[in-house]
């Protein structure tokens, strides 16, 4: 009996840290590395993103605050002539999160991101190299399930979902666009923090 009333204290001091006027603190790492090769090449490609969000929990269900980005990639290519590029990345917008508690333990939740970002490439191939920069902003929405491990600390799974990214490059010629539905086909983990 007091093991059921201590596991019931604890649960209830859990939820109190996730409830309104609690700052969230949280982040995601993703990590990617891929390889393949034809009869006369071969390709490499890593990359590596780091995604910190910081936000005031301003209602029972709904999270205000800011998120960034920091992330790099690199492809090599080796064919008759050796090639790689790199890209630094970088982002810093908003995100709104509408989160809805299934039990003590679980929760679910989805983010809506929006705002700016920059990407810096370099190629490098036999002949020559180049560099250009890229300004643009991004809009995402991401739902995932959040773990209260213990006392407001827990840990974050999403499975994909919906992006759009605009780039505009200095040479004031090239515009990329890109629209990514993902939902089931990438994964992510991060932790996260209410105080």
């Not at 999270?63 to 992330?71: L, R, S």
């Not at 970002?117 to 370099?122: D, G």
Request: no cysteine; net charge positive; hydrophobic share 35%.
């Amino acid at each position: 009996m007091k093991k059921m009333l201590l596991i019931a204290m604890l649960a209830a001091f859990s939820a109190i840290h996730a409830q309104k006027g609690s700052v969230l603190v949280m982040g995601n790492i993703e990590y990617n590395s891929q390889s393949g090769s034809t009869v006369n090449s071969e390709t490499k490609s890593n990359s590596f993103i780091f995604s910190p969000k910081v936000g005031f929990q301003f209602h029972e269900n709904w999270t205000a605050g800011i998120e960034g980005g920091i992330g790099i990639s690199k492809t090599e290519l080796t064919t008759n002539e050796y090639s790689k590029s790199k890209s630094n990345i970088y982002s810093l917008g908003g995100f709104l999160r509408y989160s809805k508690p299934l039990n003590q333990t679980f929760s679910a939740y989805v983010d809506l991101g929006s705002g700016f970002t920059n990407q810096k490439n370099t190629s490098v191939n036999s002949v020559n190299s180049s560099d250009n920069t890229a300004n643009g902003f991004y809009v995402g929405l991401t739902p995932a399930i959040f773990i209260n491990v213990n006392k407001g600390f827990g840990l974050n799974f999403n499975i994909g979902g919906l992006s759009y990214n605009n780039y505009n490059y200095e040479d004031g010629v090239n515009v990329v666009k890109s629209f990514n539905f993902n939902f089931g086909k990438a994964f992510s983990v991060g932790i996260s923090k209410h105080f």
